[in-house]
Nanobody, 124 residues
Framework: QLTLAESGGGSVQAGDSLRISCTAS????????MGWFRQVPGKRRQTVAR????????YYIDSVKGRFTILQDKANNKLDLQMTTLKYEDTAMYYC?????????????????WGQGTQVTVSS
């Protein structure tokens, strides 16, 4: 079984930076996709960034391009999300997720392992 644990969330001011981390443990060999998703109460869960762990460029949603960077540490089974120039609308519960996709595209449907989430709150 694969377990994901997030850390590093918190409350910041608009314009600040924050880095959140995800550490995978257990059957880490069984997945090749990792990503960050976020959700606000009453709204649909949204992809923030995802990556095929065997290579390739990460995918970001348009609203975070140029501000967020996904950082993969394969040796330690970690996936960080460096967030800069945070905006009020970035406020959400952020979830780390993992999955397997034989094609390497890591579509949203590939993600089936989820962490507990870490809250990020941005004050305007």
């Amino acid at each position: 079984q694969l377990t994901l644990a997030e850390s590093g969330g918190g409350s910041v001011q608009a314009g600040d930076s924050l880095r959140i981390s995800c550490t995978a443990s257990g059957r880490t060999y069984a997945y090749n996709c990792m990503g960050w998703f976020r959700q606000v109460p009453g709204k649909r869960r949204q992809t923030v960034a995802r990556i095929w762990t065997n290579g390739g460029l990460p995918y970001y949603i348009d609203s975070v391009k140029g501000r967020f960077t996904i950082l993969q540490d394969k040796a330690n089974n970690k996936l960080d999300l460096q967030m800069t120039t945070l905006k009020y609308e970035d406020t959400a519960m952020y979830y780390c997720a993992a999955g397997f996709d034989a094609t390497g595209t890591c579509s949203e449907s590939a993600f089936n392992i989820w962490g507990q989430g870490t809250q990020v709150t941005v004050s305007s």
